[in-house]
Structures are given as structure tokens and as C-alpha cells.
């Protein structure tokens, strides 16, 4: 059974950042797939970004450019960097990871606003 817990969520100006993680218990080996997704009130959830254990990288269209997914595969720890964030960015984001099945962190909140 794997756990996720997220942390670095806060509030912050327009244009400023925050760095989220994510760390992962319960799975003794690499997880194949981890990233985040986030959910802005009465919206649907959102892809984010996600980090393959071989690399692959994606990120959706909303946040190209402006936001980094890292990872340390060995500690199952997966990050966001989010840098130049804009009011449409406030949302709780959710830790993600899929191996046989899929599993969510509680979420951490984001606010951007002045």
C-alpha cells in the first residue's frame, strides 16, 4: 500500500514560487509512474506533470514553461517547481502516483493572489 504526502503549499504573490513534494512510503522499489494533478474549486481535475522511473516527462499545456517536475527515483520523492504563478494557478495539488493501481496524496493547497 503505497502513501503519499505532499508539503510546500501556501500562499504567494502573482508572479512568485513554490516548490511542492511529495514523498512516497510503502513501495520498496521505484514507482513507475509519479506526478501531480490539481483541482480549483467547482473545476475538474487537472494533469500537471508527470516523471517516468526511465524519464519521460510531460507537462499539461497549462503550465509549460512556468513549472518543473524533478524526481529522485531512489526515495520515490517527486517535486514541483512553480515559478511565475498566476491567480488561475490557485488550486489544492495532488500527489500521483500509478503502479499496478493508482494512488492520491490529501492534496496541498495553493493560493496566488495579492
Known amino acids: 500500500q503505497v502513501q503519499l504526502v505532499e508539503s510546500g503549499g501556501g500562499l504567494v504573490q502573482p508572479g512568485g514560487s513554490l516548490r511542492l513534494s511529495c514523498a512516497a512510503s510503502g513501495m520498496s522499489t521505484s514507482i513507475p509512474v509519479m506526478g501531480w494533478y490539481r483541482q480549483a474549486p467547482g473545476e475538474r481535475r487537472e494533469f500537471v506533470a508527470s516523471?517516468?522511473?526511465?524519464?519521460?516527462?510531460k507537462y499539461g499545456d497549462s503550465v509549460k514553461g512556468r513549472f518543473t517536475i524533478s524526481r529522485d527515483s531512489d526515495k520515490n520523492t517527486v517535486y514541483l517547481q512553480m515559478n511565475s504563478l498566476e491567480p488561475e494557478d490557485t488550486a489544492v495539488y495532488y500527489c500521483h502516483a500509478l503502479t499496478l493501481r493508482e494512488y492520491w496524496g490529501p492534496g496541498t493547497q495553493v493560493t496566488v493572489s495579492s
Open positions: 516523471f517516468t522511473n526511465i524519464g519521460i516527462i
